[in-house]
């Protein structure tokens, strides 16, 4: 995660659950990763973290031993404040993970996988996936992002977005590539509606990393477009892929 990436995350750190996390006990993306793995009492991994929301989903939910690893700092900071003893938080890259070989039966990749360097990322899980470990990829399905609700306020969301998100097709060879068998590509959709309000404070507060390669000129246009413009609520799907892959026992 460059530099940059770490700093939008940090300065997001103490309003981020606000902005962009459910608050529900269990919400509508952990509900499907449970349909397609074993979720009750694993050892789970869930890197990139951040606030720690899906963690404490986890936890409560299904009994799960969870390690929360972020490369922002005051992510971390923000988890071990918000969901306090329930789990452990470290401070790392996906790329080089705090995480001991061979100790998680389960890792989670939610809305991350766009932000790392996939090759060594995808290494270090299975390094530390026991043998038979499922790795569990969230991601935007790049297919969607004509639709997604940003799409007409920026004109770059779009080629933006093409160039950071993987289809599910160069997830699977990825991480065949890493020694990964099994690998299966679940398209999903997520209904989502909020108001004109809440979407206005994710945009006023940049709580979306694509802002960080957009310019400044072109963000404060698109906010005040959507000041003048937005509906009372916000509808649209947003269409997402789970990719779940199993570690083999040897390369």
Same mark, same amino acid.
């Given at each position: ?7 939008? @995350?940090? $300065? ?6 606000? %902005? ?13 990763? $449970?349909?397609?793995?074993? %979720?009750?009492?694993? =050892? ?15 936890? !409560?939910? +299904?009994?799960?031993? $969870?390690?929360?690893? &972020? ?7 923000? $988890? ?8 452990? @938080? ?14 998680? &039966? ?6 991350t996988v766009h932000l790392v360097d996939r090759p060594l990322a995808f290494a270090e899980l299975r390094r530390v996936l026991v043998p038979g470990g499922a790795v569990v990829i969230t991601t935007t399905d790049p297919a969607g992002f004509e639709s997604f609700w940003m799409q007409r306020l920026f004109?770059?969301? /779009?080629?933006?977005? !093409?160039?950071?998100?993987? &289809?599910?097709?160069? *997830? ?7 020694? @990964?068998?099994?690998?299966?590509? +679940? ?6 509606? @909020? #108001?004109?309000?809440?979407? *206005?404070?994710?945009?006023?507060? !940049?709580?979306? #990393? /694509? ?17 003048? /413009? ?7 799907? *947003? =269409? ?6 199993? !570690?083999?026992?040897?390369?």
């Amino acid at each position: 995660m460059g530099n940059r990436t770490v700093e939008h @995350f940090d $300065a997001l750190a103490g309003r981020y659950s606000a %902005l962009r996390a459910s608050g529900a006990d269990l919400d509508p993306v952990t509900e499907v990763v $449970a349909e397609l793995v074993d %979720l009750s009492g694993r =050892r789970i991994l869930d890197v990139g973290c951040g606030p720690g929301t899906v963690v404490c989903q986890l936890v !409560r939910a +299904f009994g799960a031993e $969870a390690l929360g690893v &972020d490369a922002s700092e005051k992510m971390i900071e923000a $988890a071990r404040r918000e969901v306090g003893e329930l789990a452990r @938080f470290e401070v790392g890259q996906a790329e080089e993970l705090p995480v001991e070989d061979e100790s998680s &039966d389960i890792a989670l990749m939610r809305l991350t996988v766009h932000l790392v360097d996939r090759p060594l990322a995808f290494a270090e899980l299975r390094r530390v996936l026991v043998p038979g470990g499922a790795v569990v990829i969230t991601t935007t399905d790049p297919a969607g992002f004509e639709s997604f609700w940003m799409q007409r306020l920026f004109p770059s969301y /779009t080629a933006i977005e !093409r160039r950071r998100f993987p &289809d599910g097709s160069t *997830l699977a060879a990825e991480l065949g590539a890493a020694g @990964f068998r099994e690998i299966r590509v +679940f398209p999903h959709t997520v209904e989502r509606r @909020f #108001s004109r309000e809440e979407a *206005l404070q994710k945009l006023r507060g !940049r709580a979306y #990393s /694509t802002f960080v390669l957009m310019s400044d000129e072109e963000y404060e246009a698109g906010v005040a477009a959507a000041e003048a /413009t937005l509906p009372e609520e916000v509808r649209y799907d *947003l =269409r997402l892929l789970n990719v779940v892959a199993r !570690r083999t026992h040897v390369l």
